[in-house]
């Protein structure tokens, strides 16, 4: 695992961990969640650092600077400028069509509205598969272009080259396995992956080889609780479970499901911590409506 450059601030006057990891003795000890006071982005380090101590912690899928901002000052450590974007935010059915130009737009944003949050870069269908090279290049574009601190693409085995590859360049890489929606045409939907023997020897055997490759984080999607847990536990590095049950390190959801702003019904696994759907629909109502009955603007709200 690479070393932690970017801090700008040294570890003991931020309060943060000493060069052994301990926290200093008058200083709070440091925690992903709402962890703050380092001056500087949360780094493979971190998260490493939590593995090892037990701590567990939240991602969340961000598309914008206004919403990543808001995440990052609720103390979200790492925010995912995901391919989920398709469906979520550019109206597409799925992830397949979405580009690296419009991902890379999209995290430059989420970059630029964030101080403290780890941003992860979604390698879009098309962008990695090729080859290594293929895989450096659009790695390179949402590092450079954009200031994201890692990049995430999907599969086992098959993207060793590219993980291998990355991780050799200094591109921190979080896998993904289990169910991959970007390969929904082959799959013929969304299902869980890694039941029954076979499949779950074959997904614990390809998180080994991406640990393996140098990946820092895998993420587990729509895969049975007690095979995400033995995962976790057979793993160095964090899991970060999306429909795997709570035995994982990490858990991410997708924002606009967590907020409940999405239409129409969501997964099982999706627990609605708001309801944005309603409460942006009677804003929008309340507004509409005192702009048609001459109510707003009034005195308060106008200039002489
Ligand atoms: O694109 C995305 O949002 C993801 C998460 C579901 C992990 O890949």
């Known amino acids: 695992m690479s070393a932690d450059t970017s801090s700008t601030t040294s570890p003991t006057q931020a309060g943060g961990p000493d060069a052994s990891g301990a926290a200093a003795p008058d200083k709070p000890k440091l925690t992903l969640y709402g962890g703050t ?17 037990g701590e567990k912690w939240a991602m969340l899928t961000a598309y914008d600077a ?8 609720a103390g979200i450590p790492v925010l995912l400028v995901g391919d989920s974007a398709g469906n979520n935010h550019l109206g597409y059915e799925n992830t397949v069509p979405v580009t690296v130009d419009q991902l890379v737009m999209l995290a430059g944003a989420v970059v630029r509205g964030t101080r403290r949050t780890m941003v ?3 390698m879009p269908f098309g962008s990695y598969q090729s080859s290594p090279s293929q895989a450096l290049d659009t790695a390179s574009r949402f ?11 999907e599969g086992g085995r098959r993207v060793l080259p590219q993980v291998d590859a990355l991780v050799q360049a200094g591109v921190p890489v979080m896998a993904h396995i289990g169910l991959t929606p970007q390969s929904v045409n082959v799959l013929g939907g969304y299902r869980i992956a890694g039941r029954g023997d076979e ?21 587990l999607e729509l895969v049975p609780a007690e095979l995400a847990q033995r995962v976790s536990q057979e793993l160095e590095i964090p899991t970060v479970g999306i429909g795997a049950g709570a035995g994982t ?9 967590m907020a ?16 944005l759907r309603t409460v942006l629909g009677a804003a929008a109502r309340a507004f509409a409506s005192d702009v048609v009955s001459g109510v707003y603007p009034d005195e308060s709200h106008s200039y002489h």
Not at 39 to 53: P, S
């Open 260 to 275: 409940g702003l999405t239409r129409g019904g969501v997964p099982k696994f999706v627990k609605q911590y708001a309801d």
């Open 120 to 122: 992860v870069g979604d």
């Open 249 to 257: 390190d990490a858990q991410v959801l997708v924002w606009t499901d």
């Open 66 to 73: 206004v919403t990543a901002g808001v995440f990052d000052e």
């Open 37 to 53: 006071g380092t001056g500087r982005r949360v780094t493979v380090r971190d998260l490493a650092r939590a593995k090892r101590d």
């Open 199 to 219: 499949e779950a020897e074959k997904l614990i055997s390809d998180a080994k080889a991406l640990q393996h490759a140098g990946a820092f984080a895998i993420v």
């Open 143 to 153: 590092m450079k272009e954009a200031g994201c601190g890692a990049v995430k693409l």
